[in-house]
């Protein structure tokens, strides 16, 4: 008898279904180029990946909250020696050769465990934020949870793998909303990043300075926060530009090569460029399902990796990529509810950490093949080809319809 | 930790708003590339995916003025490589190399035509030879971005016969690409290089069209046949005055002996006939690249058989060019046909205190100037050029077109060589103040000193000896006949003087080159030059029939010894032209 998990979130399967079997069809076009080579069959290992992914989310969905909750701080541990094992066994890959993201044993590459830590993570972070009785309301009461993502997000960045860490920072970001956390104090978090993002143009980071001071003046924080704060804002805005500047074209080039190993600007330009052109030029009908000439010719790059919307937008056109992004924001609208109607504020935590997990992804791979983002090297759920990659997505669902399960209003039968 | 349902379900509503938000700003910015922005993305697929293969356009047929190819295009092949950068071009030379032999000056060719323009196919062998061909057709799919293609290849039916006429092609030089007449030349392309080839490129050259086929990010093609060709289309055919049967007679006489240019046309027209230099050479072999050896072989040959002899090489016109002092003088008044001289010829003539000969040295004694022009006396013209004095002799002969450029449609014609008037100014500056004497008048009156002309002005200058005062431009290609009157006898003056020219032939110093039921006039040339001083250019220049001229010849011996050799030549060319003219003629008219 099964009574307390009846009934499953069907829909939310059903979506996550539904995104998988479109993911896979676009691996298979993936394959089909003039000059075939081993991206031709890669969809078959893509289909065992799916098959692994979806046993393991149904063996999640059967354990309980409880359970996950207890298997958090084991998972966590675990997640971190995998990641401080890479920096010395670790391996590369393909466009991101040089880096050490990949766990081998005797030349046979595993997985990527920082695909896995993003779930260890989000689960170690609900733990931390739930227990605590009130929300964090200083910065330095935020201590805890920085160093819980903070760790990992070194290790990560130490690979490098610029990618991931964003992903880290969207899921920090967006439990701390989600646990009560006030949104000036959210503001003041990120302003150091905000200030190094603006640092290159004097009026707008001075724009932002000004409006940082203000908050700082009206939220009052203790003194040496707000000095820390300011503090850091103004190193971020005035010195990193001035050092940075003081550097030769040679050093900026291989910093900018360390935070994102793809980034040697001529290959990253054209990719950008080819994958506008594949999209563009599919039109709002798309040149048909296998046919789009840019991935056939090889003009589009990662054509089954990180731009595999592009081969969407150039082969299914507009309609195409409504419906991919549809159905995404559909499922996301839906873990929200999750995480809304969760049985505890753990399960509420883990589902909205990991719809953060999710749509950051979204944002950031679909964002770059159009050009709104820089070139990360970020993988976009159910499409991409990847093992690690495709298992932890499945364990997000599993996860969340253990939670749908769990949480309140499954009997008002409402379907986003 | 504030878990309340009201404060989560608030933070639900701005999460999802984010969400919403999130997807529509990406879903805009499809939607602006996928919609808005389509057609710029699709033009940059399409040129992504699809290169541009030009297709040769054969060249205009050119014929002769009755429908006789001069020159044609013959099936070839062509040889291209869409390479990625120089190395991908040398492997692929190096691996063709393993089947047949490659030159390393091919390599450097394909090279250079690499480096010129990338983006068209380079161009490894313009004109491949069918063996090469077939042997890569087997091996096509080792040869990524190979293109083999049918190129028309010109050929010239009568090759060397008429290569002095209509030049040749070749593929356009770095200096020509550079030029605003080529502005939209491509490397790699043929152009007219010489003759009518050249002169007429405009006309001759067809347009190119396009294959176009699908390639891949590494530049290897992919399909053929990407979308339609755009065919290539051939010119209009290019009709000329030239009589190809004469032409061919002319370059069957010359042989391979002698040396020299001949021009011939027609009188009241201009039409130029026949056009030749020799020795000759085959524009056949010029045709996909020179061969170094043949290059070099015409090079090392010391009578210059590129150079072409009829229009290009200025020679002292000697006895021919007393006609141009006799009509000075008739139109100054000086003396008339009929007039003689002071001083009879004994064979030569004494100035001062230097004694100029006449070419015969038994003297023609007391004579008339139509005896002086039948005969060539020398010492007559050298009394009737002092009589005329230098500036009116200088002046005069300018006005006969003595300095002037025939106007021929061909390229690189040459300027005469004749002083400027004033002629002190022009001696002056020649020879010093001091360094000349009223002498230069006696050389000049007999066509020698300061004075060198190509063949083909003084045919000009002898159509309007024919006619009546007016010089016909030569024209090689009908469209704008010229003449243009270069003196002004009256019918009497002129009838005598060509009566004259009629009597050269007829008792003079042609007499050997008689014609049969022809009466030719014309006049013998032998002309002292700098560079030989035992043989002399031998001239003719005439007209046929001489009561109503159908054609008009002017032949130059380069270092052929005495006029009357070139007058034979002259007169068998009339002779196969008028009598050709007959046979052809239909034996009754109208119906």
Same mark, same amino acid.
């Given at each position: 008898?099964?009574?307390?998990?009846?009934?499953?979130?069907?829909?939310?399967?059903?979506?996550?279904?539904?995104?998988?079997?479109?993911?896979?069809?676009?691996?298979?076009?993936?394959?089909?180029?003039?000059?075939?080579?081993?991206?031709?069959?890669?969809?078959?290992?893509?289909?065992?990946?799916?098959?692994?992914?979806?046993?393991?989310?149904?063996?999640?969905?059967?354990?309980?909250?409880?359970?996950?909750?207890?298997?958090?701080?084991?998972?966590?541990?675990?997640?971190?020696?995998?990641?401080?094992?890479?920096?010395?066994?670790?391996?590369?890959?393909?466009?991101?050769?040089?880096?050490?993201?990949?766990?081998?044993?005797?030349?046979?590459?595993?997985?990527?465990?920082?695909?896995?830590?993003?779930?260890?993570?989000?689960?170690?972070?609900?733990?931390?934020?739930?227990?605590?009785?009130?929300?964090?309301?200083?910065?330095?009461?935020?201590?805890?949870?920085?160093?819980?993502?903070?760790?990992?997000?070194?290790?990560?960045?130490?690979?490098?793998?610029?990618?991931?860490?964003?992903?880290?920072?969207?899921?920090?970001?967006?439990?701390?909303?989600?646990?009560?956390?006030?949104?000036?104090?959210?503001?003041?978090?990120?302003?150091?990043?905000?200030?190094?993002?603006?640092?290159?143009?004097?009026?707008?980071?001075?724009?932002?300075?000004?409006?940082?001071?203000?908050?700082?003046?009206?939220?009052?924080?203790?003194?040496?926060?707000?000095?820390?704060?300011?503090?850091?804002?103004?190193?971020?805005?005035?010195?990193?530009?001035?050092?940075?500047?003081?550097?030769?074209?040679?050093?900026?080039?291989?910093?900018?090569?360390?935070?994102?190993?793809?980034?040697?600007?001529?290959?990253?330009?054209?990719?950008?460029?080819?994958?506008?052109?594949?999209?563009?030029?599919?039109?709002?009908?798309?040149?048909?399902?296998?046919?789009?000439?840019?991935?056939?010719?090889?003009?589009?790059?990662?054509?089954?990796?990180?731009?595999?919307?592009?081969?969407?937008?150039?082969?299914?056109?507009?309609?195409?990529?409504?419906?991919?992004?549809?159905?995404?924001?559909?499922?996301?609208?839906?873990?929200?509810?999750?995480?809304?109607?969760?049985?505890?504020?753990?399960?509420?935590?883990?589902?909205?950490?990991?719809?953060?997990?999710?749509?950051?992804?979204?944002?950031?791979?679909?964002?770059?093949?159009?050009?709104?983002?820089?070139?990360?090297?970020?993988?976009?759920?159910?499409?991409?080809?990847?093992?690690?990659?495709?298992?932890?997505?499945?364990?997000?669902?599993?996860? !969340? =319809?253990?939670?749908?399960?769990?949480?309140?209003?499954?009997?008002?039968?409402?379907?986003? | 930790?504030?878990?309340?349902?009201?404060?989560?379900?608030?933070?639900?509503?701005?999460?999802?708003?984010?969400?919403?938000?999130?997807?529509?700003?990406?879903?805009?910015?499809?939607?602006?590339?996928?919609?808005?922005?389509?057609?710029?993305?699709? !033009?940059?697929?399409?040129?992504?995916?699809?290169?541009?293969?030009?297709?040769?356009?054969?060249?205009?047929?050119?014929?002769?003025?009755?429908?006789?190819?001069?020159?044609?295009?013959?099936?070839?092949?062509?040889?291209?490589?869409?390479?990625?950068?120089?190395?991908?071009?040398?492997?692929?030379?190096?691996?063709?190399?393993?089947?047949?032999?490659?030159?390393?000056?091919?390599?450097?060719?394909?090279?250079?035509?690499?480096?010129?323009?990338?983006?068209?196919?380079?161009?490894?062998?313009?004109?491949?030879?069918?063996?090469?061909?077939?042997?890569?057709?087997?091996?096509?799919?080792?040869?990524?971005?190979?293109?083999?293609?049918?190129?028309?290849?010109?050929?010239?039916?009568?090759?060397?016969?008429?290569?002095?006429?209509?030049?040749?092609?070749?593929?356009?030089?770095?200096?020509?690409?550079?030029?605003?007449?080529?502005?939209?030349?491509?490397?790699?392309?043929?152009?007219?290089?010489?003759?009518?080839?050249?002169?007429?490129?405009?006309?001759?050259?067809?347009?190119?069209?396009?294959?176009?086929?699908?390639?891949?990010?590494?530049?290897?093609?992919?399909?053929?046949?990407?979308?339609?060709?755009?065919?290539?289309?051939?010119?209009?055919?290019?009709?000329?005055?030239?009589?190809?049967?004469?032409?061919?007679?002319?370059?069957?006489?010359?042989?391979?002996?002698?040396?020299?240019?001949?021009?011939?046309?027609?009188?009241?027209?201009?039409?130029?006939?026949?056009?030749?230099?020799?020795?000759?050479?085959?524009?056949?072999?010029?045709?996909?690249?020179?061969?170094?050896?043949?290059?070099?072989?015409?090079?090392?040959?010391?009578?210059?058989?590129?150079?072409?002899?009829?229009?290009?090489?200025?020679?002292?016109?000697?006895?021919?060019?007393?006609?141009?002092?006799?009509?000075?003088?008739?139109?100054?008044?000086?003396?008339?046909?009929?007039?003689?001289?002071?001083?009879?010829?004994?064979?030569?003539?004494?100035?001062?205190?230097?004694?100029?000969?006449?070419?015969?040295?038994?003297?023609?004694?007391?004579?008339?100037?139509?005896?002086?022009?039948?005969?060539?006396?020398? =010492?007559?013209?050298?009394?009737?050029?002092?009589?005329?004095?230098?500036?009116?002799?200088?002046?005069?002969?300018?006005?006969?077109?003595?300095?002037?450029?025939?106007?021929?449609?061909?390229?690189?014609?040459?300027?005469?060589?004749?002083?400027?008037?004033?002629?002190?100014?022009?001696?002056?500056?020649?020879?010093?103040?001091?360094?000349?004497?009223?002498?230069?008048?006696?050389?000049?009156?007999?066509?020698?000193?300061?004075?060198?002309?190509?063949?083909?002005?003084?045919?000009?200058?002898?159509?309007?000896?024919?006619?009546?005062?007016?010089?016909?431009?030569?024209?090689?290609?009908?469209?704008?006949?010229?003449?243009?009157?270069?003196?002004?006898?009256?019918?009497?003056?002129?009838?005598?003087?060509?009566?004259?020219?009629?009597?050269?032939?007829?008792?003079?110093?042609?007499?050997?080159?008689?014609?049969?039921?022809?009466?030719?006039?014309?006049?013998?040339?032998?002309?002292?030059?700098?560079?030989?001083?035992?043989?002399?250019?031998?001239?003719?220049?005439?007209?046929?029939?001489?009561?109503?001229?159908?054609?008009?010849?002017?032949?130059?011996?380069?270092?052929?010894?005495?006029?009357?050799?070139?007058?034979?030549?002259?007169?068998?060319?009339?002779?196969?032209?008028?009598?050709?003219?007959?046979?052809?003629?239909?034996?009754?008219?109208?119906?």
């Amino acid at each position: 008898m099964n009574s307390r998990r009846i009934p499953s979130d069907w829909p939310l399967a059903a979506f996550a279904f539904a995104l998988t079997a479109f993911g896979v069809l676009m691996v298979y076009s993936a394959g089909q180029t003039d000059v075939p080579n081993f991206v031709e069959r890669i969809w078959r290992a893509q289909l065992v990946w799916v098959g692994l992914g979806v046993a393991v989310a149904y063996a999640i969905s059967r354990t309980s909250v409880r359970l996950v909750e207890w298997a958090s701080l084991p998972v966590y541990v675990g997640a971190l020696v995998l990641l401080v094992l890479l920096l010395f066994i670790g391996t590369g890959a393909g466009t991101a050769a040089s880096t050490k993201s990949w766990l081998a044993i005797g030349g046979v590459r595993l997985g990527q465990p920082s695909e896995l830590a993003k779930i260890a993570v989000v689960l170690m972070l609900a733990r931390v934020l739930s227990a605590q009785r009130q929300a964090p309301t200083s910065l330095f009461a935020l201590w805890r949870p920085a160093l819980i993502v903070g760790v990992p997000w070194l290790l990560i960045m130490a690979q490098p793998d610029l990618g991931t860490g964003l992903v880290f920072l969207g899921v920090f970001f967006a439990m701390l909303f989600w646990s009560g956390v006030s949104w000036p104090l959210l503001v003041m978090a990120a302003s150091p990043a905000v200030s190094l993002v603006l640092a290159f143009g004097v009026g707008a980071w001075g724009a932002w300075f000004l409006l940082l001071l203000a908050l700082v003046a009206w939220q009052r924080p203790h003194w040496l926060e707000g000095a820390v704060l300011v503090g850091s804002n103004f190193v971020m805005g005035v010195v990193a530009p001035l050092l940075w500047e003081r550097l030769n074209p040679y050093q900026q080039r291989r910093l900018l090569v360390f935070l994102d190993p793809s980034s040697d600007p001529r290959a990253s330009g054209y990719q950008m460029i080819q994958s506008q052109v594949a999209i563009g030029s599919g039109g709002f009908f798309g040149k048909g399902f296998t046919v789009g000439s840019q991935k056939r010719l090889a003009f589009l790059p990662e054509q089954y990796t990180d731009f595999i919307f592009a081969v969407v937008g150039e082969e299914l056109g507009f309609i195409g990529v409504t419906l991919a992004l549809g159905l995404l924001c559909v499922l996301m609208l839906r873990t929200v509810r999750v995480a809304a109607r969760a049985s505890s504020p753990f399960a509420s935590l883990v589902a909205f950490g990991l719809t953060a997990a999710l749509f950051t992804h979204v944002l950031v791979n679909v964002g770059m093949t159009i050009g709104l983002m820089p070139i990360t090297g970020i993988p976009l759920p159910f499409f991409s080809y990847g093992g690690s990659f495709m298992l932890a997505c499945w364990m997000a669902v599993g996860l !969340l =319809v253990l939670i749908s399960a769990e949480g309140r209003g499954k009997a008002d039968g409402l379907v986003i | 930790m504030s878990f309340h349902p009201n404060e989560v379900q608030r933070r639900a509503r701005v999460a999802s708003a984010l969400l919403l938000a999130g997807f529509a700003l990406l879903l805009g910015a499809f939607f602006r590339a996928q919609v808005l922005q389509s057609a710029r993305y699709v !033009l940059a697929s399409e040129e992504n995916r699809l290169r541009e293969i030009p297709l040769p356009a054969p060249r205009g047929v050119i014929y002769d003025r009755t429908g006789r190819v001069i020159a044609e295009n013959l099936p070839g092949y062509s040889i291209s490589l869409l390479a990625r950068n120089e190395d991908s071009l040398r492997t692929t030379m190096r691996r063709i190399g393993e089947l047949v032999s490659v030159s390393p000056e091919q390599v450097g060719a394909a090279v250079r035509r690499y480096h010129r323009d990338r983006s068209r196919p380079t161009v490894l062998f313009g004109d491949a030879p069918f063996e090469l061909v077939s042997v890569l057709e087997e091996r096509r799919f080792d040869f990524p971005g190979l293109i083999i293609q049918s190129a028309p290849k010109r050929y010239y039916p009568d090759g060397p016969a008429v290569s002095a006429l209509v030049g040749y092609t070749g593929e356009i030089s770095d200096a020509e690409l550079g030029q605003t007449a080529f502005g939209e030349y491509k490397a790699g392309q043929q152009v007219g290089k010489d003759g009518i080839e050249r002169q007429y490129e405009s006309r001759l050259r067809g347009r190119e069209g396009i294959r176009f086929v699908e390639v891949d990010a590494r530049g290897r093609v992919v399909r053929e046949n990407a979308r339609e060709d755009l065919l290539p289309e051939a010119p209009q055919a290019l009709y000329t005055n030239i009589d190809l049967d004469l032409q061919r007679f002319v370059h069957e006489i010359f042989g391979d002996s002698l040396i020299g240019g001949v021009v011939a046309m027609e009188p009241r027209s201009g039409a130029v006939l026949a056009l030749h230099s020799a020795p000759t050479f085959d524009p056949n072999r010029f045709i996909g690249g020179i061969p170094l050896s043949y290059w070099r072989e015409l090079q090392a040959d010391e009578r210059r058989p590129l150079y072409n002899k009829a229009i290009k090489g200025t020679y002292p016109p000697g006895s021919v060019w007393k006609l141009a002092t006799a009509i000075v003088s008739l139109e100054e008044g000086v003396a008339q046909l009929d007039d003689h001289m002071s001083v009879p010829c004994t064979g030569g003539y004494q100035f001062g205190n230097r004694y100029f000969r006449c070419w015969d040295a038994k003297g023609h004694g007391d004579i008339s100037m139509a005896r002086a022009i039948e005969l060539s006396c020398d =010492v007559y013209f050298y009394q009737l050029g002092l009589k005329i004095g230098l500036q009116k002799l200088i002046a005069g002969g300018i006005r006969l077109g003595s300095r002037e450029r025939s106007g021929v449609d061909l390229p690189a014609e040459n300027r005469p060589l004749f002083p400027t008037d004033p002629p002190k100014a022009y001696y002056d500056r020649l020879f010093g103040p001091q360094g000349w004497t009223s002498a230069v008048t006696l050389n000049l009156s007999i066509g020698q000193g300061e004075n060198s002309q190509t063949v083909v002005n003084m045919a000009r200058f002898y159509t309007a000896l024919a006619t009546d005062g007016q010089a016909a431009r030569p024209e090689i290609v009908p469209g704008r006949a010229e003449r243009i009157r270069l003196f002004d006898l009256d019918p009497k003056q002129m009838a005598e003087l060509q009566r004259a020219l009629t009597d050269v032939v007829g008792r003079g110093t042609a007499t050997s080159s008689r014609i049969e039921g022809i009466t030719v006039a014309g006049k013998t040339g032998t002309a002292q030059n700098a560079q030989d001083a035992i043989n002399d250019h031998a001239w003719f220049v005439g007209y046929a029939p001489a009561e109503d001229p159908k054609i008009v010849v002017a032949v130059m011996l380069e270092f052929g010894g005495h006029g009357t050799r070139a007058a034979r030549i002259a007169t068998r060319i009339m002779e196969r032209f008028l009598k050709a003219r007959v046979a052809s003629m239909p034996l009754t008219e109208g119906e």
